[in-house]
C-alpha cells in the first residue's frame, strides 16, 4: 500500500480525500470499469498526504451503498479497509468490466457513460458507447455488414491486383477474410471491405484518410507542406512513406559491398507506427483524419480511438496486442504488411533502442492516441532559416495554399465570436455545410488555429469552434 500512495494518478489510480462528494468519484468507478480496470483510495489527499477516513466502516458502508444505487449495470468491486500509518483508508479496486458499457443512472445510458483517459474521467458520446459495448460482446467494428451496399460498391480490381501473386480473391477468399457476409440472403460488404476498398469510402467514412503535414521548427506555426491521402488504405502506406522520405535527408553507406542509402529518420519504425495507426485506428469515430505531422525533432503519428478496453500504455511497450479491427488486420496481414501479430508496437521500442533513440511516447489525448518518435539530430526544411513570422509574414497563414480565401475567412468570422458550422455557412453566404467548409474546418484545427468548444464530444449538436492565440496572431480583421 506504502508504494500505491508514491505513484501518481492516472488511467489505473486516483485518490479522493474523503467521501463528501461522492459523483466524481462515482464518475471514477464508472470510467474504470469501462477502460482499463483501476483503484481508487478514498483518505488521502492530493499532496498523498494520508488523512484517514473518519467511521471507516461506516464509511464503508455507505460507499458500498453508493456504488450499488448509483452505477448500472451493477457493478461490484472490491472495496476493503485497509491501514496506513495507524490511519485507515478505503481501497475500492474495479476490474475492466464484460458488462460495458456502465453509466451513471441519474445521468442516464446516453450521458452517464465515462472512459478513463490519463487521470480524468470523460463523458463517452454515441460513437465510443457503441465501441464499448461491441467490444464487450466481442464484435469488431469492421466486420459488421453494410447492407444498403453491394459488391459492386467494392474497387475489386485494385484489392485483386494488391493479392495479386499472394492468393487468388476469389468469392471464396473474399468470405475468409471477411470483406463480404450474408445478411438477410444476400452478400454484402463489411465495413472493413468499405474502409479497405470502397469506391467511395470518403461517403460512408468521412474520417478515414490520412493527413499529413511538414512544419517548419517544433511546433504548428508554420506549414511548410502538407498532403490529403485517400487512397485505400494498404496503399495509403507506401504513400505516407514517401512522403515522410520527400522531406527527410539521404546520406550514404560505403562501408559495404554496395552503397546503402542512410536516412535521417528510422523508416522502419516509422512503417510500424503507420501500420499501427492505419489497423487500430476507431473508424466508428468522426472528427479527425489520422495525422502525420513530421517537426524538426520528432515525427507524430496521431489516431482516432482510445485504447481498447483493459489495455493500458504500458501494456503496449509490454507486448500487449488486441485487434480493433480484425478484417483490417487480417488484410494487412495477407498482404506481409505485418510480419507478426500483435508485434508492431514491441518493434517500434526495439527499434528505437537499437538506433540509440529517445524512447517513444505514446499517449491518450482525448479521444485519440498520440506516438512521438523523436529522432536523433534535428531534420530543418529548406525554408528553416528564413521561416516567416506570423506577425509580419502572410505566408504563414493558411493563403498559402488554395483553399487559403476560406480559411481566412472562417479566421476573421471567430474573431467576433465562437461559431459552429452552420453558423460559419451562413456568414459565408452558403445554403448548406460544405464538404469544403469542412475540410477547412479540420485543416485549421490541424493547425491548432482554431479548437473545438467540446473537444471531448467532438460530434455535438452543441458543437462550436473558437480561435486560439496562435490563430489571432495568425489573422486579422481586413
Given at each position: 500500500m506504502n508504494e500505491l500512495l508514491h505513484q501518481s494518478e492516472g488511467k489505473t489510480l486516483e485518490f479522493k480525500r474523503d467521501l463528501s462528494s461522492p459523483k466524481p468519484l462515482l464518475k471514477t468507478l464508472v470510467a474504470f470499469a469501462n477502460t482499463a480496470g483501476g483503484r481508487l483510495v478514498v483518505g488521502v489527499a492530493d499532496d498523498r498526504q494520508v488523512l484517514g477516513v473518519t467511521n471507516a466502516l461506516d464509511e464503508e458502508e455507505r460507499l458500498c451503498s453508493l456504488i450499488a444505487d448509483a452505477i448500472a449495470p451493477r457493478l461490484v468491486p472490491n472495496v476493503e479497509m485497509v491501514t496506513v500509518e495507524d490511519k485507515p483508508l478505503l481501497l475500492v479496486e474495479v476490474f475492466v468490466s464484460g458488462s460495458r458499457p456502465h453509466w451513471l443512472k441519474a445521468d442516464g445510458p446516453e450521458h452517464g457513460v465515462y472512459v478513463r483517459l490519463g487521470s480524468t474521467s470523460r463523458q463517452a458520446d454515441s460513437a465510443l458507447i457503441g465501441e464499448l459495448r461491441r467490444t464487450a460482446e466481442g464484435v469488431a467494428f469492421d466486420e459488421l455488414p453494410m447492407p444498403e451496399l453491394s459488391l459492386d460498391d467494392l474497387d475489386l480490381a485494385t484489392a485483386k491486383k494488391l493479392f495479386q501473386g499472394i492468393s487468388p480473391l476469389d468469392e471464396q477468399a473474399l468470405r475468409t477474410l471477411k470483406l463480404v457476409t450474408a445478411y438477410q440472403g444476400r452478400t454484402v460488404p463489411t465495413k472493413g471491405a468499405v474502409l479497405l476498398f470502397g469506391k467511395e469510402r470518403n461517403l460512408h467514412f468521412s474520417d478515414a484518410w490520412v493527413q499529413c503535414g511538414r512544419f517548419v521548427g517544433t511546433d504548428k506555426a508554420h506549414i511548410f507542406d502538407h498532403i490529403d491521402i485517400h487512397e485505400?488504405?494498404?496503399?495509403?502506406?507506401?504513400?505516407?512513406?514517401?512522403?515522410?522520405?520527400?522531406?527527410?535527408?539521404?546520406?550514404?553507406?560505403?562501408?559495404?559491398?554496395?552503397?546503402?542509402?542512410v536516412w535521417s529518420i528510422p523508416l522502419t519504425l516509422l512503417r510500424e507506427a503507420v501500420i499501427n495507426a492505419l489497423v487500430h485506428t476507431d473508424y466508428?469515430?468522426?472528427?479527425?483524419?489520422?495525422?502525420?505531422?513530421?517537426?524538426?525533432?520528432?515525427?507524430?503519428?496521431?489516431?482516432?480511438?482510445?485504447?481498447?478496453?483493459?489495455?493500458?500504455?504500458?501494456?503496449?511497450r509490454q507486448g500487449v496486442s488486441k485487434i480493433r479491427n480484425h478484417?483490417?488486420?487480417?488484410?494487412?496481414?495477407?498482404?506481409?504488411?505485418?510480419?507478426?501479430?500483435?508485434?508492431?508496437?514491441?518493434?517500434?521500442?526495439?527499434?528505437?533502442?537499437?538506433?540509440?533513440?529517445p524512447e517513444p511516447q505514446i499517449t491518450e489525448l482525448g479521444l485519440r492516441v498520440r506516438l512521438v518518435v523523436p529522432l536523433a539530430e534535428k531534420v530543418l526544411t529548406e525554408a528553416a532559416v528564413k521561416a516567416p513570422k506570423p506577425e509580419s509574414r502572410p505566408e504563414s497563414r493558411p493563403e498559402s495554399r488554395p483553399e487559403s480565401t476560406l480559411a481566412i475567412k472562417i479566421l476573421q468570422r471567430l474573431l467576433d465570436g465562437n461559431a459552429s458550422k452552420a453558423q460559419l455557412a451562413q456568414h459565408l453566404g452558403h445554403k448548406t455545410v460544405s464538404g469544403e467548409l469542412k475540410k477547412q474546418i479540420t485543416h485549421l484545427l490541424t493547425l491548432e488555429f482554431i479548437e473545438m468548444t467540446r473537444p471531448d464530444i467532438p460530434n455535438s449538436r452543441l458543437q462550436q469552434y473558437k480561435l486560439t492565440d496562435l490563430g489571432r496572431q495568425n489573422i486579422s480583421k481586413p
Open positions: 485505400p488504405l494498404p496503399l495509403a502506406l507506401d504513400s505516407i512513406m514517401l512522403f515522410l522520405k520527400k522531406h527527410a535527408m539521404r546520406g550514404a553507406d560505403f562501408s559495404q559491398t554496395r552503397r546503402q542509402d466508428s469515430q468522426r472528427g479527425a483524419p489520422i495525422r502525420v505531422s513530421f517537426f524538426d525533432d520528432r515525427i507524430e503519428i496521431e489516431n482516432p480511438g482510445i485504447l481498447l478496453p483493459g489495455m493500458t500504455v504500458e501494456d503496449m478484417v483490417l488486420a487480417r488484410v494487412f496481414k495477407e498482404l506481409n504488411l505485418i510480419e507478426q501479430w500483435g508485434s508492431g508496437v514491441r518493434r517500434i521500442y526495439s527499434e528505437a533502442l537499437e538506433l540509440g533513440l
